[in-house]
Nanobody
Framework: QVQLVESGGGLVQAGGSLRLSCAAS????????MGWFRQAPGKEREFVAA????????YYGDSAKGRFTISRDNAKNTIYLQMNSLKPEDTAVYYC?????????????????WGKGTLVTVSS
């Protein structure tokens, strides 16, 4: 079992940056693929980014390419999502997720554990 707690969300102006963190606990973090997803009001959950263990394979969703960077610090049991050039359409609840396996699926499928999310609001 893996427990995930997101932090770092908040209100930011368009063009600004935020860094989200996801702290993991449990026995299997060190070998889990991890990912970020988001869900805007009235929309389906969307894949943002995923990273393998130990971090040499990374995938991004179309909305994240070129602006967001996923990374992980295995010593701290934490993954990050650096978000730059934020747009109002990035407003959403951002969720951290973990898979039982080491390699993520290219579009974020196969996640087994989920955090409760952190809200990001981008004002225009």
């Amino acid at each position: 079992q893996v427990q995930l707690v997101e932090s770092g969300g908040g209100l930011v102006q368009a063009g600004g940056s935020l860094r989200l963190s996801c702290a993991a606990s449990g026995r299997t973090f060190s070998t889990n693929a991890m990912g970020w997803f988001r869900q805007a009001p009235g929309k389906e959950r969307e894949f943002v980014a995923a990273i393998s263990w130990p971090g040499n394979t990374i995938y991004y969703g179309d909305s994240a390419k070129g602006r967001f960077t996923i990374s992980r610090d295995n010593a701290k049991n934490t993954i990050y999502l650096q978000m730059n050039s934020l747009k109002p359409e990035d407003t959403a609840v951002y969720y951290c997720a973990a898979a039982r396996g080491r390699i993520p699926q290219p579009h974020g499928g196969g996640m087994d554990f989920w955090g409760k999310g952190t809200l990001v609001t981008v004002s225009s």
